[in-house]
């Protein structure tokens, strides 16, 4: 409960650097789980994207005669540009990282009037750029557990030269998605790499939620969105899932899947483009996990996160409008 | 004549672009620029047609009352773009394919309505051909800067394809500009075009503003000058 003292308010320092901070240390677990399972190639897209956002960031500042270091210090970019690294694939090449920190923080961003103001989740909205743009490229993941050693990783991020076809796979959404007449059992027995990357995935997700879990203790954000998303992801995978199970991933397949516990703690719970009252998060989240159902269900895009979020950051200031919280002793 | 003329062209290709300034026939607009030679395809189809239009409404403007002018404006631009819709089937067939219903849909684009209904109908015959002819370039050259952007991102490309539009000869014009090139499906997706657009109207908003300043420090010069002689002759 928010409790509201009269004048004079103390003021908290500066909420957005601590609470940024406290975001990308909850986002460790979840990172090394990552690393260790996918190699050094999310380390690059972290690195780069960084060095670029904060380049981009710092750049804009200058073009717009703002105070550079002011905005540089309260780490929204680097929240940006950090999370962006983590959704794409782990064999991104360097003008795959730029061109998507370019639209996340540029055109995401700061083409809206910078931090506060915009619609769209700036690193879904890169990610999305990136997606419909270079669908090839983007859907490159290694085996789990195989991957390229530092210095071949190096050479294939600045050149794509390197013996990759050996290690690249289809994720298993991919795969669960193009049965082509098997059952999902069937297909599952059938390719026993699939399945390491599924434990994989499962590990990755586990390290996410605890770190989400411990953002939602620090009281960074609300549990009524995660909470509302997750709920939606699992009803839908219930409601045709239950009744089909050999056509339709079962719900925990969905929730420990592709980008479910980074998008539902670390991206949908974004304070600028979501829903701002409480039940307007309840919408916004469980809006998404429906969305996140059918886009991966019936869509033809590999994971699904990234585009409901977007669909609904564009639904978040009506949901805003008809869910404004009454004011005490207001008839509604 | 002179200054009026000059005053008509300024106005179709920057102060009142039909394309950056009136935001009109935007739909076109976006949906065939993906390249070069469709855009220059569809500026001098539209280009042709609001002239053809222009002239034709101002000769008929003292005789339509002015309650069914607005049918009778979308009658004549109707029959002009299906006589355009069945040139371009004779003489660029392949081109005629590309455009597909982007061609009929010229009728509805609101740049030539509005061009009939605000300059046409109430000036005389070479005024109005001679606006139709200036808001027709500004479109076409948004078109085409517009095209010539999505196609280098897009594809790498420029001039590709001219052959469409020129025939044989043309077919080898195209510049690669950059050799493996992977494409950026974005730029040639509709989001590209909104978005180049976007940048096409800040460049203008950019020169505007730029043009303005100009402006009023030569304004600011005459006025302290004249202030100058006032106060003198005052004390």
Known sequence: ?332 | MQSATKQLFTDGLWKNNPALVQLLGLCPLLAVTNNVVNALGLGIVTTLVMVAANGLVSMTRNRVNSDVRLPTFVMIIAALVTIAELLMQAFTYELYLILGIFIPLIVTNCAILGRAEAYACKNPVVPALLDGFAMGVGFSVVLILLGAMREILGQGTLFADMHLLFGEPARDWTITLFTNYQGFLFAILPPGAFIGMGLLIALKNIGDTQLAKRQQVSDKSTKESRRIRVTGTIT
Request: hydrophobic share 55%; glycine share 10%; proline share 5%.
């Open chain 1, 1 to 332: 409960m928010m409790r509201f003292f009269s004048s004079p308010h103390l003021h908290g320092g500066n909420r957005s650097q601590k609470i940024m901070l406290l975001v990308i240390v909850a986002a460790l677990p979840g990172i090394l789980t990552q690393l260790y399972w996918f190699g050094y190639g999310t380390l690059f897209n972290i690195i780069w994207a960084t060095l670029l956002g904060l380049l981009m960031e710092a750049g804009v500042m200058i073009l717009r005669r703002r105070p550079v270091g002011f905005f540089l210090k309260d780490g929204s970019v680097v929240v940006t540009t950090l999370l962006l690294a983590l959704a794409l694939p782990p064999m991104s090449p360097w003008w795959l990282v730029t061109t998507a920190t370019l639209f996340a923080v540029i055109f995401g961003k700061h083409i809206y009037g910078g931090l506060g103001n915009n619609p769209f989740n700036p690193a879904m909205l890169g990610y999305a750029i990136c997606l419909i743009s270079f669908p090839v490229s983007m859907t490159v993941w290694t085996a789990a557990g195989q991957y390229l050693n530092l210095a071949d990783q190096w050479l294939w991020f600045w050149t794509e030269q390197g013996q990759i076809d050996a290690i690249t796979q289809a994720t298993p959404l991919d795969v669960i998605k193009h049965l082509s007449g098997s059952t999902i059992g069937e297909m599952w027995s059938a390719n026993p790499d699939v399945v390491a990357y599924k434990a994989a995935m499962l590990w990755i997700n586990i390290a996410y939620l605890v770190g989400g879990i411990a953002l939602l203790f620090l009281k960074v954000f609300t549990w009524h969105a995660p909470v509302a998303m997750l709920a939606g992801l699992a009803v839908m995978a219930f409601l045709f899932g239950a009744g089909e199970p050999d056509l339709y991933a079962s719900a925990t397949d969905h929730l420990f899947l592709g980008a479910t516990m980074l998008g539902a703690f670390f991206i949908i719970t974004d304070p600028v483009s979501s829903a701002t009252s409480r039940n307007g998060k309840l919408i916004f989240g469980a809006g998404i996990g429906i969305l996140t159902y059918i886009i991966r269900t019936w869509g033809n895009y590999p994971d699904a996160v990234a585009f409901a979020v977007l669909l609904m950051n564009l639904a978040a200031p009506l949901i805003d409008q008809y869910t404004r919280p009454k004011a005490y002793g207001q008839q509604s």
